[in-house]
Nanobody, 120 residues
């Protein structure tokens, strides 16, 4: 079983910054792609950014140039640095990871979510 725990959310004014962290733990053999999703109030959960095991990153257009996804493979952590935040970024942010467990079986896990609120 693989667990993901997010941290770093909070309340920030528009134009401010936050850094989210997500740590994976449990019966992990290897982790491939990791990602951040977000779910605004009353809306569906959407992809924000992804990063491959080799560090290749991709972003949804609305956050390009403002958000940076990175990872520490040695510690099984993925980060999301969020700069120049806008009220439209308000959402619950979830991390997601895909990989192989120690038994060789693939897994996909989600974190519990962390709230980010941006005030105008």
């Amino acid at each position: 079983q693989v667990q993901l725990v997010e941290s770093g959310g909070g309340l920030v004014q528009a134009g401010g910054s936050l850094r989210l962290s997500c740590t994976a733990s449990g019966s992990i053999f290897s982790i491939g792609a990791m990602a951040w999703y977000r779910q605004p109030p009353g809306k569906q959960r959407d992809l924000v950014a992804t990063i491959s095991g080799g560090g290749n990153a991709a972003y949804v257009d609305s956050v390009k140039g403002r958000f940076i996804i990175s990872r520490d493979n040695a510690k099984n952590i993925v980060y999301l640095q969020m700069n120049n935040l806008e009220p439209e970024d308000t959402a619950v942010y979830y991390c997601n990871a895909n990989g192989l467990g120690i038994t060789g079986r693939p897994f996909q896990s989600w974190g519990q979510g962390t709230q980010v609120t941006v005030s105008s």
